[in-house]
């Protein structure tokens, strides 16, 4: 249970970062606040001869307010986030962190670094693809954006190419009238959802103008629910929520793990998405 | 590849330097090269919560930190939360509600908890079950673990 020998690189630089990712390629591993990382290393699921211990890197522990998003630097650690008043403008995001571990976790535990490691029953990656986030990658040919929608390839896998990091994450803003709800179904506070939904929407006097609801836990990635979505904001304001969940559920493949059986998670579907729909419109319409 | 590095940190108020493989956990020098048994390693990572420390006055797992993370560094084990003399509030209520049996999670319980109601001075019941979710504990059943949690958070309370 202890981690295989590396060499440890602790750069001030993002040039310094790329550079070195450049030149040790597949031996190289960026490492944030290491929660995630860290146990596979003890647990010799991963091993990398050099990690890129970013954390002395300033410029990525910024948070900063556009008009239009607020942009989390990866280096920014979750109980930071938690508290921070740029990340309460982000109600979803502010909302996903205390599910995520404990807080002994979220106090290591980076915002970029979750989204980067792309757990698929992981909250923020989730809600990263909820809000159409865009991901900032730095690599050897500089800063460019790739949309949530395309970030999240497979359970651990990520649009990133080699050589890039993770610089950090704009997350957009919504309008008045607007709420979001994090639901999860989990044997204990703290572990891993067995299935979790995320739903945001924004309310026309009592029409539902704008939705997004994404599910954990369900596929390899975290999974949006675009017909759901578009059920919604079509329907009237007597929307049955129990048929959202239904539609959202519809094309679920959710796998058997020890922890639930497939059968399980798409049955309790439709009511974690309903769950979540409920809470949000409280909020929009509070 | 072995190659060790020096860390520079501050231990329960103490600059302290060693020399440390990378993949040295912060959790095995506090014990094995400053001597600072009181911080247990049982799952060795991250589920157990036996090994957590405060890192800059945050509680976290000792064992999911590498020491070469902690350069310069505040941070506090079980020990550095022990007044010299007697107990702390919460150390007491551990005793008094009989928070333990074995001991061997106490000390990641005694600094979790203690991180909790610095932040929470006025915790619901719920909030501490939530709060105490992060160590595990194999003998006690666990309420005697929140009663002492309730009885350290309205002493605490109190008494500021």
Same mark, same amino acid.
């Given at each position: 249970m202890k981690p295989s020998q590396f060499q440890h690189h602790a750069p001030e630089q993002i040039d310094e970062v790329v550079g070195l990712l450049a030149e040790y390629g597949d031996d190289a591993k960026v490492l944030a606040g290491g929660q995630s990382l860290i146990p596979m290393m003890a647990l010799r699921m991963a091993a990398y001869p050099h990690l890129v211990d970013i954390a002395r890197v300033a410029s990525l522990s910024t948070i900063s307010a556009s008009a239009g998003a607020v942009r989390v630097g990866a280096m920014v650690r979750q109980s930071r986030a938690e508290r921070d008043a740029s990340v309460a403008k982000v109600p979803l995001l502010a909302k996903a962190i205390p599910h995520i571990g404990h807080f002994q976790i979220r106090s290591r535990g980076t915002v970029g670094g979750s989204i980067a490691h792309a757990d698929p029953a992981s909250e923020l990656p989730a809600v990263a693809l909820a809000l159409d986030a865009r991901i900032e990658a730095t690599g050897p040919g500089g800063v460019r954006h790739i949309d949530a929608s395309e970030f999240f390839l497979s359970t651990w896998q990520t649009a990133l190419d080699d050589g890039e990091i993770l610089s950090a994450v704009e997350f957009p803003l919504w309008g008045a009238n607007s709420g979001f709800a994090v639901e999860e179904i989990a044997r204990r506070k703290g572990d891993f959802a067995l299935i979790g939904a995320l739903a945001g929407v924004t309310l026309d006097g009592a029409r539902v103008a704008r939705a997004c609801i994404t599910m954990i836990g369900v596929g390899s990635t975290p999974i949006r629910c675009h017909d759901a979505e578009a059920a919604l904001i079509a329907g009237g304001a007597d929307t049955d929520l129990d048929d959202i969940g239904r539609i959202a559920a519809a094309p679920l493949t959710p796998a058997d793990d020890v922890h639930a059986s497939a059968e399980y998670r798409q049955h309790v579907s439709p009511a974690i998405v309903r769950r979540a729909l409920t809470a949000a419109l409280k909020e929009a319409r509070s | 590849m072995n190659d060790r590095t020096r860390v520079q940190l501050t231990v329960n108020g103490q600059r302290e330097q060693v020399e440390v #493989?990378? *993949? $040295? @956990?912060l959790a095995d020098v506090l014990r094995d090269q400053l001597g600072l048994t009181g911080t247990h390693l049982a799952c060795e990572h991250g589920v157990c919560g036996a090994c957590t420390v405060l890192i800059d006055g945050e509680a976290a797992r000792s064992c999911l +930190? /590498? $020491? +070469? %993370? $902690? #350069?310069g560094a505040s941070v506090t084990t079980v020990e550095g939360l022990t007044p010299p003399d007697g107990l702390s509030p919460v150390q007491e209520a551990m005793r008094d509600c009989h928070g @333990? %049996?074995?001991? /061997?999670?106490t000390p990641g319980i005694v600094v979790s908890m203690t991180a909790y109601l610095d932040t929470h001075p006025n915790p619901t019941d719920a909030e501490l079950r939530d709060a105490m979710s992060g160590n595990l504990c *194999?003998?006690?059943?666990?309420q005697g673990i929140l009663a002492a949690a309730r009885q350290a958070a309205d002493r605490m309370s109190a008494s500021s």
């Amino acid at each position: 249970m202890k981690p295989s020998q590396f060499q440890h690189h602790a750069p001030e630089q993002i040039d310094e970062v790329v550079g070195l990712l450049a030149e040790y390629g597949d031996d190289a591993k960026v490492l944030a606040g290491g929660q995630s990382l860290i146990p596979m290393m003890a647990l010799r699921m991963a091993a990398y001869p050099h990690l890129v211990d970013i954390a002395r890197v300033a410029s990525l522990s910024t948070i900063s307010a556009s008009a239009g998003a607020v942009r989390v630097g990866a280096m920014v650690r979750q109980s930071r986030a938690e508290r921070d008043a740029s990340v309460a403008k982000v109600p979803l995001l502010a909302k996903a962190i205390p599910h995520i571990g404990h807080f002994q976790i979220r106090s290591r535990g980076t915002v970029g670094g979750s989204i980067a490691h792309a757990d698929p029953a992981s909250e923020l990656p989730a809600v990263a693809l909820a809000l159409d986030a865009r991901i900032e990658a730095t690599g050897p040919g500089g800063v460019r954006h790739i949309d949530a929608s395309e970030f999240f390839l497979s359970t651990w896998q990520t649009a990133l190419d080699d050589g890039e990091i993770l610089s950090a994450v704009e997350f957009p803003l919504w309008g008045a009238n607007s709420g979001f709800a994090v639901e999860e179904i989990a044997r204990r506070k703290g572990d891993f959802a067995l299935i979790g939904a995320l739903a945001g929407v924004t309310l026309d006097g009592a029409r539902v103008a704008r939705a997004c609801i994404t599910m954990i836990g369900v596929g390899s990635t975290p999974i949006r629910c675009h017909d759901a979505e578009a059920a919604l904001i079509a329907g009237g304001a007597d929307t049955d929520l129990d048929d959202i969940g239904r539609i959202a559920a519809a094309p679920l493949t959710p796998a058997d793990d020890v922890h639930a059986s497939a059968e399980y998670r798409q049955h309790v579907s439709p009511a974690i998405v309903r769950r979540a729909l409920t809470a949000a419109l409280k909020e929009a319409r509070s | 590849m072995n190659d060790r590095t020096r860390v520079q940190l501050t231990v329960n108020g103490q600059r302290e330097q060693v020399e440390v #493989e990378p *993949r $040295a @956990l912060l959790a095995d020098v506090l014990r094995d090269q400053l001597g600072l048994t009181g911080t247990h390693l049982a799952c060795e990572h991250g589920v157990c919560g036996a090994c957590t420390v405060l890192i800059d006055g945050e509680a976290a797992r000792s064992c999911l +930190v /590498f $020491a +070469v %993370q $902690a #350069e310069g560094a505040s941070v506090t084990t079980v020990e550095g939360l022990t007044p010299p003399d007697g107990l702390s509030p919460v150390q007491e209520a551990m005793r008094d509600c009989h928070g @333990l %049996q074995c001991g /061997f999670c106490t000390p990641g319980i005694v600094v979790s908890m203690t991180a909790y109601l610095d932040t929470h001075p006025n915790p619901t019941d719920a909030e501490l079950r939530d709060a105490m979710s992060g160590n595990l504990c *194999r003998c006690t059943g666990y309420q005697g673990i929140l009663a002492a949690a309730r009885q350290a958070a309205d002493r605490m309370s109190a008494s500021s």
